[in-house]
């Protein structure tokens, strides 16, 4: 079983920063990627950045410059720098990695709520 536990989010002003870390556990014996989406009310998730194994990075285009993900293989946690932060990055933000066990797979945390007041 793999879980992926998140933590960093919080109640910022805009222009402000914060960092999300999301750890992963369990009889992991290998990770193609891990990321981090978003879900505001109302609107569909979305990727907001990508980290795979070979360090390659994707990111959603409002975020880029101001975003910034990590992702240290051997503690096999990932990390989102976010600066610069608006209001309408105000979001539920979730961890996901694609993780070897038995088979491949897809795993997602449980969200941390990220606000952005004015």
């Known amino acids: 079983q793999v879980q992926l536990v998140e933590s960093g989010g919080g109640l910022v002003q805009a222009g402000g920063s914060l960092r999300l870390s999301c750890a992963a556990s369990?009889?992991?014996?290998?990770?193609?990627?891990m990321g981090w989406h978003r879900q505001a009310p109302g609107k569909q998730r979305e990727l907001v950045a990508e980290?795979?194994?070979?360090?390659?990075?994707d990111y959603l285009d409002s975020v880029k410059g101001r975003f910034t993900i990590s992702m240290d293989n051997a503690k096999k946690t990932v990390y989102l720098q976010m600066n610069s932060l608006k209001v309408e990055d105000t979001a539920a933000y979730y961890c996901?990695?694609?993780?070897?066990?038995?088979?491949?797979?897809?795993?997602w945390g449980q969200g941390t709520q990220v606000t952005v007041s004015s």
């Open positions: 369990g009889s992991i014996t290998g990770i193609n990627s």
């Open positions: 980290i795979r194994g070979g360090g390659s990075t």
């Open positions: 996901a990695a694609e993780a070897y066990t038995t088979t491949w797979a897809n795993y």
